[in-house]
């Protein structure tokens, strides 16, 4: 298990990206996974249990997303500069099918991709994910903090405006996804709607949702074994879950 960062030019910009398990041996027969973190965190925030679990079977990828971490800052951050980000690492990685996962921000990422280019996901778990509805009252457009953060702020500004006006399409595109999506919820400690992530897995056509109540908005850090189970079980289409 190696705690290098890796880079690549993807789209234009810097992408930076840890890896784990076996991606360089012929040991990890299992479809590559891939991690998108949350809004303010990087690819660092997701070891734990779920890439211990995951990383004996297959080879493991956790890219900072464009604002955060070791990647770059452009100033420019739709969903579909992401999502398009996402594409061109995968190509230029050699990863034509891929298990996605996605928390929060990551997880809205990967219910995009997962419809523009059904064919490149093979499974899709979305954490947490909010529903892309227009908010009432909209959320606030906050200015930069004095100290800066350890991401470009900006993305929590342009994130806030395509909550409050999100693409009328959004829905539309989740039908578009194939692949077998868990979304999971945190339950009452969570500050989404969790009804709103049950109607996100009912619009996908095969999709599911499961609460790991007490995960709040974090479950893959505050229910770490049971997140890794449950995502394990889906993986190997055990139908049993929670």
Known sequence: MSDEVRTVRANGIRIAYRTWGAQETDSADGTPVVLLHCLGEDGEDWRGPLIAQLAAAHPVYAPDLRG????DRPGRYAMEDYSED???FLDLLGLERIVLVGHSLGSVIAGIFAGRHPERVEHLV???TAAMLPLDPPREIPEPPPEAPQFDFEVRRQW?????EPDPLWWER???ITAPTLVVGGGS???LPQEDMAA???HVPDGTFVTLDGGGHMVHEQR????AATVRAFLAGETRLR
Request: proline fraction near 4%; glycine fraction near 10%; charged fraction near 30%.
């Open 189 to 191: 400690g969570s500050h």
């Open 68 to 71: 955060h971490g070791g990647s």
């Open 160 to 164: 806030n405006r395509q909550r409050n």
């Open 224 to 227: 770490p074994l049971e997140f």
């Open 200 to 202: 996100v897995a009912r």
């Open 174 to 176: 989740l039908r578009a």
């Open 86 to 88: 996402l594409r061109c």
């Open 126 to 128: 979305l954490e947490e």
